[in-house]
């Protein structure tokens, strides 16, 4: 089994920065891609960005240009990093991590989920 555990929530004015990180822990052999979701009360989780073990990544649009995933596969951690951040970014936001090796694929095929990290911000 995978662990993944969510750090840096919080609350920032629009048009801040914020960084979350995602530490992984348990049978870290296993994962291959790893990325961010976020979801918000009565909406389905989305995907924010994902990143491959080779570092091939891809964003939600909404987040393009403002938001930067990263991953250190020595450490097992992923992170994203959000700036010029939206009252529409409000939401809870999850790590997840799975075997396969593409970061695009639908949600119901990512095995690893966090147990995600409140971000709220205010206008």
């Known amino acids: 089994q995978v662990q993944l555990v969510e750090s840096g929530r919080g609350l920032v004015e629009a048009g801040g920065s914020l960084s979350l990180s995602c530490a992984a822990s348990?049978?870290?052999?296993?994962?291959?891609?790893m990325g961010w979701y976020r979801q918000v009360p009565g909406k389905q989780r989305e995907l924010v960005a994902g990143?491959?073990?080779?570092?091939?990544?891809n964003y939600a649009d909404s987040v393009k240009g403002r938001f930067t995933i990263s991953r250190d596969n020595a450490k097992n951690t992923v992170s994203l990093q959000m700036n010029s951040l939206k009252p529409e970014d409000t939401a809870v936001y999850y790590c997840?991590?799975?075997?396969?090796?593409?970061?695009?694929?639908?949600?119901?095929?990512?095995?690893?989920w966090g147990q995600g990290t409140q971000v709220t911000v205010s206008s």
């Open positions: 997840a991590a799975r075997r396969g090796s593409s970061a695009i694929v639908s949600m119901t095929l990512w095995d690893y």
């Open positions: 990143i491959t073990r080779g570092g091939s990544i």
């Open positions: 348990g049978s870290i052999f296993s994962i291959n891609a």
